[in-house]
């Protein structure tokens, strides 16, 4: 099972907004992530960056 750390990047900095995450997908004009324990948050941004190694996905503000 692939857990990732999703991360929102402004300039050189990088802000954790959530862990476990199972699920992304760009609904309604957002971002919608689902954890392993079905919560979910939506965020207006879109991904730049998936690193499937290291269970890492990049998001920048639209």
């Not at 750390?5 to 900095?13: F, R, S, T």
């Not at 802000?15 to 079905?38: D, F, H, P, S, W």
């Not at 939506?42 to 190694?53: K, L, M, Q, R, V």
Request: proline share 0%; charged share 30%; with cysteine.
């Amino acid at each position: 099972m692939c857990l990732a750390k999703v991360y929102l990047k402004d300039g050189d900095q990088e802000e954790l907004v959530m862990e476990t995450v199972t699920y992304a997908a760009k609904q309604n004009g957002k971002l919608l992530l689902r954890t392993i324990l079905r919560q979910e948050k939506e965020i207006e941004a879109e991904i730049t960056e998936i690193d499937f190694t290291n269970s890492r996905i990049v998001l920048k503000t639209v």
